[in-house]
Every structure is written in structure tokens, then in C-alpha cells.
């Protein structure tokens, strides 16, 4: 058992403590570095993570986080309203503005449907997607859901609810990553790699 | 380039990146985890870090952390007062409190001198060990430092400041640790521990 020399530093160890893979040891180790920073600069860093849990909002149209009622992508009339595309969390849409090969306009669900977690569609904002579908003028809807049997099953269901409107459903290609060798690819990925190969480009 | 979508996620990922060992991707994940907690419980964590850094005390005998004046240590009137074991800093005194094996008071360096690092015996507590010998009834100084260049440096010129008191002065073990195997120990911790043997005891 570990025997604190005081009760502040036990409360902010076992607080850093609770994250996610930070252990006993390295909380200590960061509350003592904080410890050496100015006053100011460590009442920086606690103030901005109690503003943003305070302050955040998620964007009335596609639920990602936002300073905003309406985020940026979702206010700026440049991008292509038209398409949707449907991710888990707002870290993919993150990734996915990070390769700038999308213009159209996103949809957080907010996690996938696992029946072992307990999540079901209530859980995740598939209700005002299909809504944002049927009352909008959308085109395609990009289904961009990890490829796991969770992600297979929430595309299938979306795909049922969203079948009705006429809209057409598209998924995320998977095959063989770049960079990947093919004798270290999983047989499912690369089975699906040649069943939909694609022609062959020579960019000029 | 990361692109947020809000300043206030932003500042706060910007901020946990700050701290050591902690990368960009991983500051993510734990903003992305506060998130989903209750606002109390991160109001809690942010409060713990701030409060800890304001209202921080080191205790006015030995300079370790402290809720009080004088350290729980140091005010114990249980503890052996006579025997003072210098360490580096306040880790140091936890880890040896955890053995259980030492029942005298503590002073906390602050460091080891390091010339490379710019950091003298001036930037240290030094010159309050060495009032603490002279003034009170000290019968012997444990050096515990680290067993490096900087620990030996740092031992040398304590030994030189305070061999005039007649103060017995010690330094804690060096030799191979329980459960290493010989042939992977090195050269010189293995000449040390023959050099240093003590007699064998059967333990009744």
C-alpha cells in the first residue's frame, strides 16, 4: 500500500489515476511534473478540460462536437449537402477531413449497435439520420463504420431503414492498406480485395 | 494537420500533449474519455490538480510535500530523530516508507548535483542538512541517493560538508537485487557486492 506524504497529491494521483491506461506510477509521475510548472500554467490545464466538459455542444445537425449550434461543415455552404457520410465518432471525422478527399457532410452515430454492450439503435442518432434523409435533399449516404461484425450490423440495419427513401447507400472500400504485404493480409481482407478489384489507372 | 472541430477540444488536447510522455493521439483519447463523463466527476479532476498545485506545502524540517507545516514524518514523535536519510525527492521517501524498514526522519535534495544540468548545491537543500546536523542531536546521516555519477558527486561534496560535525556518515547498500541472476548484473555492482559481503545469518 502506498503511503502519501499528503492527502492533495493522494486526491490528484487517483484522479489522473482513473483515465484509461494511465497507472498508479505514471500519475504519479505527471502530478509531480505539474507540481514543477508555474501555478498559472497548471490552472491552464485543469481549467480547459472543465470548460470544455462544461461548455460543449454537439451540432444540432450531424452531432459532432462543436463550439457552435451548428458546426462548421454542417454552416459551410461549400461543401456538398447532398451526401452524408456515416461515422461512429467524431475522432473519424477527424481522420477523415484529414486526408481532404471529402467535401460532402458528416453524421455521428455516436458508437455502433452491440447487443453484448447493450447498445441498440435508441441508443445511437439513427432516428435523426433517417429524418435528415427524408426531409433533406440527399443523394448518397456513405457508410463508413468500422469493418467488425458490430460495424456489419449496423450497416445492415441502416441499410433497412434507409432502403425506403430511395437513397443510394454506399460503404467505405476495404481491401489491402497501403504499405500492406499481401502474405500478412487476413484471408476476409484480401478474398474482398480481388472479388472487387478495380481497373487499372495510369495517372498521367 | 490536424483539423478540430472546436478551440475548446482543441485547448484541451493541446494541454494534456503537454505533459511527458504523453502524445497527440493519446491526449485525444483521454479529452474523448472525459468527455463522456459525468460534468462533477471532471470537475473533480481538473479541481484536484489545481487545488494540489495552489495549496502545495513542504514541510519546513525535511522539504517534503505536506499538508501541514511540518510533515507527518517529522512532527511523528515516534520516529527516531537522530537519524536523517537524505534523498533525492519526494518518490524517494515513498518507496523507502513502502519497505517498512526505516524509522528515523527523511530530507529531501530536491536533486543531485549536476554540473551538465547547470544545477549546483546551491539549488539544492543542502544548507538546511547541514544546519539540521549542526543544530540538533543528529546522530547519523543515511545517504540514499541514486547510485549514478551525479549520486556519487553529490554524496562526495555532502560528506565534505558535514565530516567536520563528526556526524556518522553512511551510504545505503549497493550490490546485486533480489532475484537478478549474476551472470546478467554488471561488473561493477558485482565487484561491489563481493567487495562489501557480510556475514552469513541463518534467520530462525
Known amino acids: 500500500m502506498t503511503h502519501y506524504p499528503s492527502q492533495l497529491l493522494e486526491r ?29 500554467a497548471v490552472e491552464a490545464f485543469g481549467n480547459s478540460i472543465i470548460r470544455l466538459r462544461q461548455e460543449v455542444k454537439f451540432c444540432n445537425v450531424c452531432h459532432n462536437i462543436s463550439d457552435t ?24 471525422v477527424m481522420a477523415i477531413e484529414a486526408t481532404q478527399q471529402y ?13 453484448m454492450d447493450g447498445i441498440g439503435p435508441s441508443d445511437l442518432q439513427v432516428q435523426s439520420l433517417v429524418e435528415r434523409v427524408e426531409t433533406g435533399d440527399i443523394q448518397e449516404v456513405i457508410l463508413a463504420l468500422s ?14 431503414r434507409l432502403s425506403d427513401t430511395g437513397v443510394r447507400i454506399t460503404v467505405i472500400a476495404r481491401g489491402v492498406a497501403q504499405n500492406d504485404q499481401l502474405q500478412y493480409t ?18 498521367s
Chains 1, 2 share one sequence.
Open 12 to 40: 490528484a494521483v487517483d484522479e489522473f489515476a482513473k483515465l484509461p491506461g494511465i497507472g498508479g506510477k505514471t500519475a504519479m509521475r505527471l502530478v509531480l511534473h505539474l507540481l514543477r510548472q508555474d501555478t498559472r
Open 69 to 92: 449550434e451548428t458546426c462548421d461543415i454542417c454552416a459551410n455552404l461549400r461543401r456538398d449537402h447532398s451526401t452524408i457520410c456515416v461515422v461512429e465518432d467524431i475522432q473519424d
Open 103 to 115: 467535401r460532402g457532410t458528416y453524421h455521428v452515430l455516436g458508437g455502433v449497435i452491440s447487443p
Open 147 to 160: 469493418p467488425t461484425m458490430e460495424g456489419d450490423t449496423t450497416n445492415f440495419y441502416l441499410y433497412r
Open 186 to 203: 487476413d484471408e476476409v481482407t484480401l478474398g474482398r480485395s480481388i472479388v472487387n478489384r478495380t481497373p487499372f489507372v495510369v495517372s
